[in-house]
Protein backbone atom coordinates (compact mmCIF):
# COMPACT_ATOMS: atom_id res chain seq x y z
CA UNK A 1 0.00 0.00 0.00
CA UNK A 2 1.32 3.23 -1.00
CA UNK A 3 0.67 5.09 2.55
CA UNK A 4 2.86 2.26 4.71
CA UNK A 5 6.10 2.15 4.01
CA UNK A 6 9.06 0.02 5.45
CA UNK A 7 10.63 1.97 8.41
CA UNK A 8 13.59 -0.02 8.83
CA UNK A 9 15.30 -1.90 11.77
CA UNK A 10 15.86 -5.62 13.28
CA UNK A 11 12.94 -8.10 13.70
CA UNK A 12 12.39 -7.91 17.59
CA UNK A 13 10.16 -10.15 19.93
CA UNK A 14 7.62 -8.04 21.54
CA UNK A 15 8.15 -9.27 25.00
CA UNK A 16 10.06 -5.42 25.48
CA UNK A 17 12.41 -7.45 27.91
CA UNK A 18 15.87 -5.86 27.08
CA UNK A 19 14.24 -3.69 24.87
CA UNK A 20 14.88 -0.14 24.54
CA UNK A 21 12.03 2.27 23.64
CA UNK A 22 14.55 3.39 20.71
CA UNK A 23 14.68 -0.03 19.28
CA UNK A 24 12.19 -1.02 16.48
CA UNK A 25 9.79 -3.79 16.36
CA UNK A 26 8.34 -5.50 12.93
CA UNK A 27 5.08 -5.58 13.01
CA UNK A 28 3.03 -7.21 9.72
CA UNK A 29 -0.05 -5.21 8.80
CA UNK A 30 -3.42 -5.05 7.25
CA UNK A 31 -6.20 -4.07 6.67
CA UNK A 32 -9.52 -4.64 8.31
CA UNK A 33 -12.48 -2.76 7.77
CA UNK A 34 -11.05 -0.17 6.03
CA UNK A 35 -8.47 0.16 9.14
CA UNK A 36 -5.43 -1.13 9.62
CA UNK A 37 -3.68 -3.45 12.11
CA UNK A 38 -0.69 -5.14 13.21
CA UNK A 39 1.06 -7.67 14.48
CA UNK A 40 4.39 -8.59 15.73
CA UNK A 41 6.14 -10.18 12.75
CA UNK A 42 7.89 -13.18 15.09
CA UNK A 43 4.45 -14.35 15.78
CA UNK A 44 2.84 -14.81 11.97
CA UNK A 45 3.76 -18.37 10.56
CA UNK A 46 1.96 -18.33 7.09
CA UNK A 47 -0.19 -15.97 5.37
CA UNK A 48 -2.29 -17.58 3.09
CA UNK A 49 -4.72 -16.91 0.55
CA UNK A 50 -8.40 -17.33 1.33
CA UNK A 51 -9.31 -20.95 2.11
CA UNK A 52 -13.18 -21.86 2.43
CA UNK A 53 -12.90 -23.47 6.38
CA UNK A 54 -14.95 -26.57 7.47
CA UNK A 55 -17.37 -25.05 9.47
CA UNK A 56 -18.19 -25.82 13.23
CA UNK A 57 -21.59 -26.60 14.64
CA UNK A 58 -22.72 -24.09 16.94
CA UNK A 59 -19.55 -21.81 17.26
CA UNK A 60 -19.68 -18.67 17.64
CA UNK A 61 -20.21 -16.01 15.04
CA UNK A 62 -16.33 -14.68 15.41
CA UNK A 63 -15.30 -18.47 14.30
CA UNK A 64 -15.39 -19.04 10.79
CA UNK A 65 -14.82 -22.67 11.13
CA UNK A 66 -11.43 -24.78 10.81
CA UNK A 67 -8.54 -25.32 8.32
CA UNK A 68 -5.99 -28.00 7.42
CA UNK A 69 -2.29 -26.23 7.77
CA UNK A 70 -0.20 -29.28 6.75
CA UNK A 71 -2.61 -31.66 8.62
CA UNK A 72 -2.87 -29.69 11.49
CA UNK A 73 -6.86 -28.37 12.09
CA UNK A 74 -6.60 -24.43 12.87
CA UNK A 75 -9.37 -22.40 13.78
CA UNK A 76 -10.45 -19.47 11.94
CA UNK A 77 -11.22 -16.02 13.21
CA UNK A 78 -13.07 -13.59 11.64
CA UNK A 79 -11.15 -10.78 12.93
CA UNK A 80 -13.54 -8.12 11.84
CA UNK A 81 -16.25 -9.54 13.94
CA UNK A 82 -13.96 -9.43 16.62
CA UNK A 83 -13.29 -6.36 16.75
CA UNK A 84 -16.87 -5.25 15.80
CA UNK A 85 -15.87 -3.60 12.52
CA UNK A 86 -18.02 -4.07 9.18
CA UNK A 87 -17.58 -7.14 8.29
CA UNK A 88 -17.84 -7.61 4.73
CA UNK A 89 -18.94 -11.25 2.97
CA UNK A 90 -15.69 -13.44 2.28
CA UNK A 91 -14.00 -13.47 -0.93
CA UNK A 92 -11.14 -14.66 -2.92
CA UNK A 93 -9.43 -11.12 -2.07
CA UNK A 94 -9.50 -12.10 1.74
CA UNK A 95 -5.88 -13.49 3.11
CA UNK A 96 -5.25 -15.64 6.43
CA UNK A 97 -2.93 -14.89 8.49
CA UNK A 98 -1.67 -18.11 10.86
CA UNK A 99 -0.31 -17.00 13.88
CA UNK A 100 0.99 -18.68 16.99
CA UNK A 101 0.56 -17.33 20.30
CA UNK A 102 1.39 -19.58 23.46
CA UNK A 103 1.68 -23.04 21.47
CA UNK A 104 -1.72 -22.02 20.12
CA UNK A 105 -2.08 -21.59 16.26
CA UNK A 106 -4.84 -19.90 14.94
CA UNK A 107 -5.93 -18.11 11.64
CA UNK A 108 -6.84 -14.15 11.74
CA UNK A 109 -9.43 -13.45 8.37
CA UNK A 110 -8.04 -9.85 7.31
CA UNK A 111 -9.42 -8.05 4.26
CA UNK A 112 -5.34 -7.45 2.90
CA UNK A 113 -2.46 -7.86 3.85
CA UNK A 114 -0.59 -4.68 3.58
CA UNK A 115 3.13 -3.66 4.60
CA UNK A 116 6.20 -4.53 7.16
CA UNK A 117 6.47 -1.28 9.62
CA UNK A 118 9.38 -1.00 12.04
CA UNK A 119 8.09 1.55 14.66
CA UNK A 120 9.88 2.06 17.63
CA UNK A 121 8.82 1.48 21.48
CA UNK A 122 8.86 5.51 21.48
CA UNK A 123 6.17 6.24 18.41
CA UNK A 124 4.23 3.68 20.03
CA UNK A 125 1.21 4.12 22.29
CA UNK A 126 -0.79 2.87 24.55
CA UNK A 127 -4.84 2.99 23.97
CA UNK A 128 -6.64 5.23 26.57
CA UNK A 129 -8.55 3.20 29.30
CA UNK A 130 -11.61 3.98 27.22
CA UNK A 131 -11.06 1.83 24.87
CA UNK A 132 -10.34 -1.39 26.94
CA UNK A 133 -13.26 -3.86 27.66
CA UNK A 134 -12.82 -6.11 30.26
CA UNK A 135 -9.28 -7.00 31.72
CA UNK A 136 -7.62 -6.83 28.32
CA UNK A 137 -7.77 -5.21 25.40
CA UNK A 138 -7.02 -6.25 21.48
CA UNK A 139 -5.49 -3.65 20.79
CA UNK A 140 -2.30 -3.51 22.60
CA UNK A 141 -1.06 -0.04 21.25
CA UNK A 142 -1.18 2.41 17.94
CA UNK A 143 0.96 4.53 15.82
CA UNK A 144 0.75 6.65 13.18
CA UNK A 145 2.45 6.20 9.79
CA UNK A 146 2.04 8.61 7.20
CA UNK A 147 -1.61 9.80 7.82
CA UNK A 148 -3.28 6.29 8.71
CA UNK A 149 -3.42 5.10 12.27
CA UNK A 150 -1.98 1.49 12.72
CA UNK A 151 -2.53 -0.72 15.95
CA UNK A 152 -0.91 -3.11 17.33
CA UNK A 153 -2.90 -6.72 18.21
CA UNK A 154 -2.62 -7.90 21.54
CA UNK A 155 -2.71 -11.37 20.04
CA UNK A 156 -3.22 -12.77 23.43
CA UNK A 157 -6.27 -11.34 24.35
CA UNK A 158 -7.84 -13.62 21.28
CA UNK A 159 -6.55 -17.07 22.92
CA UNK A 160 -10.25 -17.53 24.84
CA UNK A 161 -11.89 -17.15 21.78
CA UNK A 162 -9.79 -20.10 20.28
CA UNK A 163 -10.72 -21.88 23.16
CA UNK A 164 -14.38 -21.52 22.33
CA UNK A 165 -13.99 -22.87 19.25
CA UNK A 166 -12.50 -26.14 20.46
Known amino acids: MPYLQ ?15 NAEAVELLTGLVGGEVYAIDIGSAREIR ?13 HVLGVI ?33 IDETLFGLLVDAVSDIIAPTGDEMQSPPDAAK ?12 VGEKM ?17
Do not use: H
Not at 7 to 14: A, H, R, Y
Not at 70 to 92: D, F, H, I, K, Y
Not at 150 to 166: G, I, T, W
Open 68 to 100: NLCGVVVPLLNLAACLGATTRTESERNMIIVVE
Open 150 to 166: VRKLNLASFLPLVQDAA
Open 6 to 20: DLGGPIKNDTGEGQS
Open 133 to 144: SGDQSYVRASTL
Open 49 to 61: SWTLPSSLPDAPL
